[in-house]
């Protein structure tokens, strides 16, 4: 059976984790912190990202990066986009036989402004294969065995189509794709918008509000999304619209979580504190401010949410200015 490394003992990479050692795999789970380590082998549960959540015997968690990705076939990173650089100085040793890598981060490296993927290839070259997973697919309800369905998208080739098996479960629908450049922008983008959702419940504005700021946030991520490469199919796809809609709407997300405290009034430190775990949207829209001026597309709803997290902006006044645009045609900005 194919030799399976997970970079990542979060939430994300232990559900994954759990899902491929369910199929037979043998995975090996790298993690940063000695006592998640020690809990997992000894319980066979990761308290700290998934409590309740039992875990099977052949998924192993280990602190050595050396021993973790020994012999590893297959490479999936669960990490943080931002942690994404600096782990690969530490592991890029370890990573030279590896062929195939997968990405399971939504998010975009603020010091760069790179994606995860083109991270990758820039520390361990193009001769090897890179693949994106996408789509709506909260962690507890994959570890749960919850229904899910996403994308991963690759190469046009076989290999796309190989790791599309490798991940397929009885509850676990996977499609392929071929556009890993609007996979990886879907899933970065959206989490602005989710942080936008939330904000929007905050306010206690209502169910009109939040599904037009869903909608008209779809075409903010098409707006820059196609700018960057992306094709349009994939951003009404699960990695775009279908992402979009549970984090706009559903209490697990990290990002809408963020928007909620921000919209009830909170300061970004308290709201930060409260959330523990990383929301990747409060990073990213740095960046989406920054390549929306340089390529000049207006997102107006981004803009806001920048500035409220960066420039201390009170939401009501943001809803003002967004509720009082000028009056335009619905699609003339496409």
Known sequence: MLKITIVGAGSWGTALGKLLAEKGFEINLLARRKEVVETINS?????????????????????????????????????????????????????????????????IDIETGKTP??????????????????????????AKGLPTAVVVAG????ETAKVQEILAWKYFRVYRSYDP???????????VIAIASGICD?????????????????????KLGTR???KLETFYGLAGLGDLVLTCTGALSRNYQVGL?????????EVLREVKQVAEGV?????????????CVSLPICEEVYNIIYQGENPKNSLQRLLSRSLKEEFEEM
Request: proline fraction near 5%.
């Open 43 to 107: 319980l066979k549960e990761n308290p700290y990202y998934l409590p309740g959540i039992s875990l099977p015997e052949n998924i192993r968690a280990i602190f050595d990066p050396e021993e973790a990705l020994y012999r590893a076939e297959l490479v999936i990173w669960a990490i943080p986009s931002h942690t994404l650089e600096k782990n690969l100085k530490n592991l890029k040793p370890y990573l030279k036989n590896v062929q195939l890598h997968l990405s399971g981060i939504k998010g």
């Open 117 to 142: 993927l083109t991270i990758l290839k820039d520390a361990l070259g193009e001769n090897k294969l890179y693949f994106v997973l996408g789509g709506p697919s909260f962690a507890l309800e994959v």
């Open 155 to 158: 190469p046009e080739r076989k």
């Open 181 to 191: 450049v609007g996979v990886e922008l879907a899933g970065a983008l959206k989490n």
């Open 202 to 222: 905050g306010l206690k504005l209502g169910l009109n509000a939040r599904a037009s700021l869903i909608t008209r946030g779809l075409i903010e991520i098409i």
């Open 228 to 230: 960057l490469g992306g």
């Open 261 to 269: 405290k921000l919209g009830e009034g909170k300061a970004l430190s």
């Open 283 to 295: 990073k990213t829209v740095s960046v989406i401010k920054d390549l929306a001026e340089k390529l």
